[in-house]
């Protein structure tokens, strides 16, 4: 058998198959990239310092400030609580996937302050 328009018929064939993967792939993309004064300070204020700051924090994790917030997310606690099911920071529950994605490409990048 063959093709008249191989090109053609090559072509649809390739955007059929990207419209199917790109409807099944559900995460979050961040393509700006993230740093700490922009995107990861505003997070922690609203979220945690309700209770992680000042001079008694609660479990004496004190998160104001880029130092803190870094050092207890290259421990891995931060990122293993935002992200525990079971126990999760806050404790009210989880927050918004977005947040946590932010949260954790900062650590990818190499945690850019600003
Ligand atoms: C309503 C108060 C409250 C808020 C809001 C809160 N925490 Fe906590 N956090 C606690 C308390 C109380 C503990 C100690 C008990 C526990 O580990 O569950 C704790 C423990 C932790 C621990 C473990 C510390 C250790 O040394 O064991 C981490 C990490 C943590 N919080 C991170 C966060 C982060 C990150 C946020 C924001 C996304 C947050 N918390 C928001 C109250 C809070």
Request: aromatic share 8%; charged share 15%; with cysteine.
């Amino acid at each position: 058998m063959k093709f008249k328009y191989p090109i053609i018929s090559f072509l649809i064939l390739v955007l059929c198959l990207s419209n199917c993967s790109t409807a099944t792939i559900e995460e979050v993309i961040i393509t700006e990239p993230v740093t700490f004064d922009t995107d990861v300070s505003i997070i922690i204020t609203n979220n945690c310092l309700p209770c992680h700051a000042g001079g008694f924090p609660s479990a004496g994790l004190n998160l104001e400030g880029y130092l803190n917030v870094r050092s207890s997310t290259e421990n891995g606690n931060l990122l293993s609580r935002i992200n525990s099911i079971s126990n999760p920071m806050p404790q009210s529950g989880p927050m918004a996937p977005d947040l946590i994605a932010t949260i954790e490409q900062w650590a990818e990048d190499g945690f850019i302050e600003n």
